[in-house]
């Protein structure tokens, strides 16, 4: 299943970003390597929030990301909502569904 992490940032993440980006990498490369973490970045004009992309058995997982990301423990992230991503089209697509011919 895919999973979609929303982040709102507070106005002052990018003055703040720093000195908490390397952490916050890690954390992502470390979940990437397990096949969890697939896509991520800040939304720009105007950098106010980010979305990460997820794949994994549960939300849990992602849970478990956002109570690790210093991003949030720190207040950079105001608030954050998980969402299953129902991906049915392109070769990445959880379950491709195709047009009948």
Known sequence: MHYVLMYDYAPDYLARRAEFRDEHLQLAWESHGRGEFQLGGVLA?????????????????????????????????????????????????????????
């Open 45 to 101: 004009e105007p950098v106010d929030s980010a979305l990460l992309w997820f794949k994994a058995e549960s939300a849990a997982v992602v849970e478990q990301f956002v109570a690790r990301d210093p991003y949030v423990k720190h207040g950079l992230v105001l608030n954050w909502r998980i969402r299953p991503w129902m991906t049915v089209a392109g070769t990445l697509a959880d379950a491709p569904i195709y047009p009948v011919q």
